[in-house]
């Protein structure tokens, strides 16, 4: 009996041993698997990195530029309105620029749509340039692709294009740039006092294909990546923008609206604005009709698109105010109210800047910034010379600088 059992005890001793030794094998392969795994994303990375350099350094001779950009020409055949057709002959394609790695770029990135309105007026180039700098400079340069659409005044030319393809060449993996001649229509505005590159952004639901847009002015400073506020919920509204101080923008037409927004800073709802004839009723305002708007297309935006019209968050599109007095002052003239807090948080850390309390702005002539000029006078502390800094620490990063500083007198 005792011979039985030490015989079977020793039996089971091997079999756990065994057991043991096939545990600890599985685990060892695990833990080489793992380590196999890791070495292989790291090389994947470092691969990656190593094209995102060699990119760099060779972008310069991989621009395409090109006439041709399918998405328009896509938009374009889909129209059927007879009014639409017409607005959409004076529209042309000036330039497409991007590299031959755009497709393969887009393709693993979130994209943003991005238009900004650009006359030929030389110097406003390089002040437009400045913000656009600002904004790529500050996106994620591994998750976020802009297409900027660059809509153009009818005496734009070709040439003036290549001021622009410094951005290329920086940020090849990041940007492609689309420049659209907006044709004789808008001209014509110019005989009703408008201006008529304000009015482009009106229109940008006909010719590019996307659901959604960011409009930025010229005289707005980025200081972030984009991509979440492009992604903000509509909540059933055509456009989003920052409040305006002009609070009674569209009491004249009738309309007693708690909110009044700026234009300088919009996301629009283009698929919205599309669906319900909207660029239609534009249409009919601007060129049938006789009333005389201030303001011209913020009013227009606030006017016809009342009342699905929502608020931006302040970090996207606040003014360049100096203080909390500010703030509290801004506050009070408002018709329906912000939190104090959203604005504090987002004065001390602005997404994007929107320097219209600026006079003169900081890229004008031999600026002297003092409380008595304009907007300084009715607040507390003047802004500008802060604001003044800022913008020039991103011209100072461009290529332009030494153009630019021949301009500004600074």
Same mark, same amino acid.
């Given at each position: 009996?005792n011979?039985?059992?030490?015989?079977?005890?020793?039996h089971?001793?091997?079999?756990?041993?065994?057991?043991?030794?096939?545990?600890?094998?599985?685990?060892?392969f695990?833990?080489?698997?793992?380590?196999?795994?890791?070495?292989?994303?790291?090389i994947?990375?470092?691969?990656?990195?190593?094209?995102?350099?060699?990119?760099?350094?060779?972008?310069?001779?991989?621009?395409?530029?090109?006439?041709?950009?399918?998405?328009?020409?896509?938009?374009k055949?889909?129209?059927?309105?007879?009014?639409?057709?017409?607005?959409?002959?004076?529209?042309?394609?000036?330039?497409?620029?991007?590299t031959?790695?755009?497709?393969?770029?887009?393709?693993?990135?979130?994209?943003i749509?991005?238009?900004?309105?650009?006359?030929?007026?030389?110097d406003?180039?390089?002040?437009?340039?400045?913000?656009?700098?600002?904004?790529?400079?500050?996106?994620?340069?591994?998750?976020?692709?802009?297409i900027?659409?660059?809509?153009c005044?009818?005496?734009?030319?070709?040439?003036?294009?290549?001021i622009?393809?410094?951005?290329?060449?920086?940020?090849?993996q990041?940007v492609?740039l689309?420049?659209y001649?907006?044709g004789?229509?808008?001209?014509?505005l110019?005989?009703?006092?408008?201006p008529? !590159?304000a009015?482009?952004?009106?229109y940008?639901?006909?010719?590019?294909?996307?659901?959604r847009?960011?409009?930025?002015?010229?005289?707005?400073?980025?200081?972030?990546?984009l991509?979440?506020?492009?992604n903000?919920?509509?909540?059933?509204?055509?456009?989003l923008?920052f409040?305006?101080?002009?609070?009674?923008?569209?009491?004249?037409? @009738?309309?007693?609206?708690?909110?009044?927004?700026?234009? @300088?800073?919009?996301?629009?709802?283009?698929?919205?604005i599309r669906?319900?004839?909207?660029?239609?009723?534009?249409?009919?305002?601007?060129?049938?009709s006789?009333?005389e708007?201030?303001?011209?297309?913020?009013?227009?935006?606030?006017?016809?698109f009342?009342?699905?019209?929502?608020?931006?968050?302040?970090?996207?599109?606040?003014f360049?105010?100096?203080?909390?007095?500010?703030?509290?002052?801004?506050?009070?003239?408002?018709?329906?109210?912000?939190?104090?807090?959203?604005?504090?948080? !987002?004065?001390?850390?602005?997404?994007?800047?929107?320097?219209?309390?600026?006079?003169?702005?900081?890229?004008?002539k031999n600026?002297?910034?003092?409380k008595?000029?304009?907007?300084?006078?009715?607040?507390?502390?003047?802004?500008?010379?802060k604001?003044?800094?800022?913008?020039?620490?991103? !011209?100072?990063?461009?290529?332009?600088?030494?153009?630019?500083?021949?301009?500004? @007198?600074?």
């Open positions: 009996m011979k039985k059992y030490h015989r079977r005890k020793k089971l001793k091997k079999i756990h041993k065994k057991k043991k030794r096939l545990s600890f094998n599985e685990k060892y695990k833990r080489i698997k793992i380590s196999i795994l890791l070495i292989i994303f790291i994947i990375g470092f691969f990656e990195l190593y094209n995102i350099h060699l990119d760099s350094l060779n972008n310069e001779i991989k621009i395409i530029e090109s006439k041709e950009y399918k998405s328009f020409n896509k938009m055949n889909k129209i059927t309105n007879p009014i639409h057709k017409g607005i959409m002959m004076e529209i042309s394609l000036i330039k497409y620029i991007s031959d790695k755009t497709k393969r770029n887009k393709r693993r990135k979130n994209i749509h991005i238009t900004v309105s650009l006359n030929n007026n030389e406003y180039k390089y002040i437009l340039y400045v913000s656009m700098f600002s904004l790529l400079y500050n996106c994620n340069k591994r998750k976020t692709f802009v900027y659409h660059l809509l005044s009818h005496d734009f030319n070709e040439v003036s294009t290549d622009f393809k410094p951005l290329v060449n920086n940020y090849s990041n492609e689309i420049f001649n907006m004789n229509h808008f001209k014509d110019s005989s009703k006092g408008y008529p !590159a009015f482009y952004r009106l940008t639901a006909l010719f590019i294909d996307s659901d847009i960011i409009h930025l002015d010229g005289d707005c400073i980025i200081n972030t990546d991509y979440e506020m492009y903000l919920n509509f909540k059933g509204n055509y456009v923008g409040y305006d101080i002009l609070t009674n923008g569209v009491d004249y037409l @009738g309309i007693k609206s708690d909110i009044y927004i700026n234009s @300088g800073v919009i996301l629009l709802n283009l698929k919205k669906k319900n004839k909207k660029v239609l009723e534009i249409f009919n305002l601007t060129t049938n006789n009333i708007f201030e303001k011209h297309d913020q009013t227009i935006i606030n006017y016809i009342y009342p699905k019209i929502g608020r931006l968050p302040s970090k996207y599109g606040i360049n105010f100096e203080d909390k007095s500010d703030l509290i002052l801004y506050l009070n003239i408002l018709r329906t109210k912000i939190p104090i807090e959203e604005l504090e948080e !987002a004065l001390n850390n602005p997404r994007i800047v929107h320097l219209v309390l600026c006079h003169p702005k900081p890229w004008q600026p002297t910034y003092y008595s000029i304009t907007y300084c006078k009715q607040r507390h502390n003047c802004s500008c010379k604001y003044f800094d800022l913008w020039h620490f991103y !011209a100072q990063k461009t290529e332009y600088y030494e153009h630019i500083k021949k301009f500004t @007198g600074v």
